[in-house]
């Protein structure tokens, strides 16, 4: 039985990962790492960094995003309910329409594939997280999906991703609780998973070295994008 938990090893390169982590450490735009509701320490302990509008990022942000964005390739191809069971896409058949199935999904070439997820979901943007040794990590138990702005942002988050960006460290997993299920952090990993209470799950602290992270989420595009006439 699938617990819907993907792991793509070597998504990016260990020299690119340790690119990222170099310049994150000489950054001057780290900040104390939030959560949904604001800082709070003794939930989520870390130094974070939000790519969004940061020009000397541009590099890096569109390697990690391509980087997901095959992941979120390969993760439908195994799961394609994860595309079709929230929309019941439909396709123009000699005049008419059908429902697409899952063999539809699994037979479509990478291009074909690719323009149905852009036309489906966005990308979040990227946060990169630095977890001290022995003290940082989110070890609160918590889920991606929840109804905090007015916008409904955090409701259209669909798939959650984490990027590994270094392993020399112990410890440090990210945790599923229902699923007990640990994720050791690989350089250059690439973590997806649904983000529903189903995957909840917490960072655990690393020993004996500091953790580098990028994260975010697969969302789908809002309802005037997805729906029109």
Same mark, same amino acid.
């Given at each position: 039985?699938?617990?819907?938990?993907?792991?793509?090893?070597?998504?990016?390169?260990?020299?690119?990962?340790?690119?990222?982590?170099?310049?994150?450490?000489?950054?001057?735009?780290?900040?104390?790492?939030?959560?949904?509701?604001?800082?709070?320490?003794?939930?989520?302990?870390?130094?974070?960094?939000?790519?969004?509008?940061?020009?000397?990022?541009?590099?890096?942000?569109?390697?990690?995003?391509?980087?997901?964005?095959?992941?979120?390739?390969?993760?439908?191809?195994?799961?394609?309910?994860? @595309? *079709?069971? %929230?929309?019941?896409?439909?396709?123009?058949?000699? &005049?008419?329409?059908? #429902?697409? /199935?899952?063999?539809?999904?699994?037979?479509?070439?990478?291009?074909?594939?690719?323009?149905?997820?852009?036309?489906?979901?966005?990308?979040?943007?990227?946060?990169?997280?630095?977890?001290?040794?022995?003290?940082?990590?989110?070890?609160?138990?918590?889920?991606?999906?929840?109804?905090?702005?007015?916008?409904?942002?955090?409701?259209?988050?669909?798939?959650?991703?984490?990027?590994?960006?270094?392993?020399?460290?112990?410890?440090?997993?990210?945790?599923?609780?229902?699923?007990?299920?640990?994720?050791?952090?690989?350089?250059?990993?690439? @973590? *997806?998973? %649904?983000?529903?209470?189903?995957?909840?799950?917490? &960072?655990?602290?690393? #020993?004996? /070295?500091?953790?580098?992270?990028?994260?975010?989420?697969?969302?789908?595009?809002?309802?005037?994008?997805?729906?029109?006439?």
């Amino acid at each position: 039985m699938s617990d819907f938990i993907e792991v793509i090893d070597n998504a990016v390169d260990p020299a690119t990962c340790a690119a990222i982590v170099a310049q994150m450490q000489q950054s001057q735009g780290l900040r104390p790492g939030e959560v949904g509701g604001g800082v709070f320490p003794e939930l989520k302990h870390s130094r974070d960094l939000r790519l969004a509008g940061q020009p000397e990022w541009a590099q890096a942000n569109a390697v990690i995003q391509q980087a997901v964005f095959a992941g979120l390739q390969a993760y439908l191809r195994t799961y394609p309910q994860a @595309l *079709i069971s %929230p929309l019941m896409l439909q396709v123009p058949v000699d &005049g008419g329409s059908r #429902r697409l /199935g899952a063999e539809d999904v699994t037979g479509m070439d990478d291009q074909a594939l690719g323009q149905l997820a852009q036309t489906c979901f966005r990308p979040g943007a990227v946060n990169l997280q630095w977890y001290r040794a022995n003290e940082g990590g989110y070890p609160y138990w918590h889920c991606e999906l929840y109804p905090r702005d007015a916008q409904a942002e955090t409701l259209h988050r669909h798939l959650l991703w984490t990027l590994y960006l270094n392993d020399d460290f112990a410890e440090g997993e990210t945790e599923f609780l229902y699923q007990q299920r640990k994720i050791a952090p690989r350089t250059g990993s690439l @973590l *997806i998973a %649904p983000t529903a209470f189903t995957h909840t799950h917490r &960072g655990n602290r690393p #020993r004996d /070295g500091d953790k580098f992270i990028a994260t975010s989420w697969i969302l789908f595009q809002r309802a005037e994008s997805l729906y029109v006439g």
